[in-house]
Every structure is written in C-alpha cells, then in structure tokens.
C-alpha cells in the first residue's frame, strides 16, 4: 500500500468533513460524532483482521453507540452529524489502511500525513474560499 493513501483518508477527508460537520451542527455534538473512531473500528477489525470481539466489549459497542444516539438526536442530526461522522469514517478507514505500513517510521508516517493531507486541504480551501487578506493581530 502507498503511504501517500493513508494520507487522503486520515487528514484530508477527515478534517474537511470534521470542519463542515461543526457548520451544521453544535460544536459539541459535533466533536463526540468526530471522534467515534473508536466504536467504528471494533467491527472491521474483527472481519478483516480477526481481532476477538468479547461480550463485553460487544455491551461497551452497543452502549457506545446509544450514547451517540442520545447526543446526536437532540442536536436535530443532519448534514453536520452525518459529515462528523464521516470525520470519524475517514479516521477509521486511514486507521486500518496504516496497519499495513507497520515497517515504516511511525513519526514519519505521521509527519507525511499532515504534510501531504494539510496541502491538498489547503488547496481545497483556496479553492472554494479564496484567498483571505493577511491582517495583524488586531485586525489592522
């Protein structure tokens, strides 16, 4: 597998859908939806790695799940918890795409994920916002 993939996935995507889903959504709510990697990576680590899945991490999976519900509902759902949660999608995706770089530099690998992901998030916000004016740290 290419590095540069896992870079698409764990910073480009994840934080494009992570900023666009605090747009439509409280900045809470959209935080707990963002960072649900980890519910999300129990089910496709079991089918594609084999990982054990016990019946008590089975109950903290489904009470996390109806926690999401709980938060989510309230905050009238949308298109902002369905971008958080393609934030934490994003972040589940690159998490298992880096299982298999395991021989490379973990500082490295991550250095180039911000690096690479950071530059096409840059471009694409230049592309759909323009450039901003620099201003100094009053405004002037």
Do not use: C, K, Y
């Not at 707990?32 to 990576?41: H, M, R, Y």
């Not at 009470?63 to 393609?86: D, E, K």
């Amino acid at each position: 597998m290419d590095p540069s993939e896992t870079n698409i996935h764990n910073v480009t995507f994840a934080f494009a859908a992570m900023f666009a889903g605090v747009a439509g959504l409280s900045t809470g709510v959209a935080a707990v939806l963002a960072n649900a990697q980890p519910l999300l990576i129990l089910l496709p680590a079991w089918w594609l790695f084999g990982e054990r899945i016990t019946a008590r991490t089975g109950l903290a999976l489904g009470t996390g799940f109806a926690g999401l519900l709980i938060v989510s509902i309230p905050g009238g759902g949308g298109s902002g918890a369905l971008l958080s949660l393609l934030a934490a999608a994003a972040v589940t995706a690159g998490t298992l795409m880096v299982r298999g770089l395991a021989d490379l530099d973990v500082v490295v690998l991550s250095a180039a994920h911000f690096l690479i992901g950071g530059l096409v998030l840059a471009g694409v916000a230049l592309t759909v916002e323009g450039p901003r004016p620099l201003t100094g740290p009053r405004g002037s």
